[in-house]
């Protein structure tokens, strides 16, 4: 089992970055990849980023626009989202999940395509 936990969330004016982290720790030898997903209230989770942990393939939406690149460090087992020139439509709960089964890219998308979840970290952006 993997246990996942996010930090970096904050408060941040529009056009402001921020740096999430995904620290995982169990059994994380196991795991095939690592997304990113947010979900504002009122409003179905949505996919952020992905990343493969061996290889280190990434995957984005169109809706992000290329401004969230993903990275990972192997050895402190942890994947960030560099968030750059946020705006306030941002603003969410910014979750990261991880699968241990085998995805091809497009399937990372997808909520369902992850076995284990952190807690969230919130992000907001100011107008």
């Known amino acids: 089992q993997v246990q996942l936990v996010e930090s970096g969330g904050g408060l941040v004016k529009a056009g402001g970055s921020l740096r999430l982290s995904c620290a995982a720790s169990?059994?994380?030898?196991?795991?095939?990849?690592v997304g990113w997903f947010r979900q504002a209230p009122g409003k179905e989770r949505e996919f952020v980023a992905a990343?493969?942990?061996?290889?280190?393939?990434?995957y984005y939406p169109d809706s992000v626009e290329g401004r969230f690149p993903i990275s990972k460090d192997n050895a402190k087992n942890t994947v960030y989202l560099q968030m750059v020139n946020l705006r306030p439509e941002d603003t969410a709960v910014y979750y990261c999940?991880?699968?241990?089964?085998?995805?091809?890219?497009?399937?990372?998308?997808?909520?369902?395509?992850?076995?284990?979840w952190g807690q969230g970290t919130q992000v907001t952006v100011s107008s």
């Open positions: 990343i493969r942990w061996s290889g280190g393939d990434t």
């Open positions: 999940a991880a699968t241990d089964l085998f995805r091809v890219g497009s399937v990372l998308a997808n909520t369902a395509a992850y076995e284990f």
């Open positions: 169990g059994r994380t030898f196991g795991t095939y990849a």
